[in-house]
């Protein structure tokens, strides 16, 4: 069964500093997604990427986040200046085409600011 | 905006009995599709079933089966034969058609838990 892979699983960063969280799609999947999930809450979309550029982000993803393919592989998040509410499971999933199948996760990046 | 609800945050259940979580949503969209995820503790999102808002025929995996009823906007997941591997948080999820874009929107989520 193929996998989206997530690297690293936990991660703990000082505020302010800068995070890259990083995904590896499915190998043949089009689509790439971030959502993230804080402690007890709902699952939220940040951010879809379709042929290279941002097909659609939410009100959470502002200037302080971006996402990049930077090879034919790997999907990144980054986050410029990491705030204490930033604190979160971050999921990268992917898809292939047909809408209607939906995703495959990975098992998240736990992300931590102190 | 679409919305899902999620209006039982905990439930219970014997093990072998059968348990249904329930899900409504709102949409004006009449093209869509709807899911369920499994999070368990290691808190990987596992898709369990999904449901194609054009067809009738509710859909079935196995010990998993869904309720769709599009006019209600009602879309519950009925577990069969309870297992305690099935204990684990349930997101109900809605995707609009290929107009809207394709994101999930999340409910809140279940706690299932499967009692010995």
């Known amino acids: 069964e193929p996998e989206v892979t997530q690297t690293p699983s936990h991660q703990v960063t000082q505020m302010g500093q800068e995070v890259i969280l990083r995904c590896v799609p499915i190998?043949?999947?089009?689509?790439f997604y971030w959502y993230r999930q804080i402690l007890g809450q709902k699952v939220e979309f940040l951010v879809s990427f379709y042929n290279n550029e941002i097909s659609e982000k939410s009100e959470i993803f502002d200037d302080q986040f971006s996402v990049e393919r930077p090879d034919g592989s790997n999907f990144t998040l980054k986050i410029r200046s990491t705030k204490l509410e930033d604190s979160a499971m971050y999921f990268c999933a992917s898809r292939g085409d047909g809408v209607g199948y939906g995703y495959t996760f990975g098992s998240g990046t736990r992300l931590t600011v102190v | 905006a679409q919305t899902v609800t999620q209006s039982q945050p905990e439930m219970s259940v014997q093990e072998a009995e059968t348990v249904t979580l329930s899900c409504t949503y709102d949409?004006?969209?009449?093209?869509?599709?709807l899911f369920w995820y499994k999070q368990p503790p290691s808190r990987q999102m596992i898709l369990v079933i999904r449901q194609e808002a054009y067809k009738q025929q509710n859909a079935t995996e196995n010990r998993f089966s869904v309720n769709f009823q599009k006019a209600a906007k009602s879309f519950s997941l009925k577990i069969s034969d309870s297992q305690l591997g099935d204990t684990a948080m349930y997101f109900c999820?809605?995707?609009?058609?290929?107009?809207?874009?394709?994101?999930?929107?999340f409910g809140e989520g279940t706690q299932l838990t499967v009692n010995p």
């Open positions: 190998s043949n999947h089009l689509y």
């Open positions: 949409t004006s969209e009449n093209n869509y599709y």
């Open positions: 999820a809605f995707m609009g058609g290929e107009t809207s874009g394709s994101r999930l929107t």
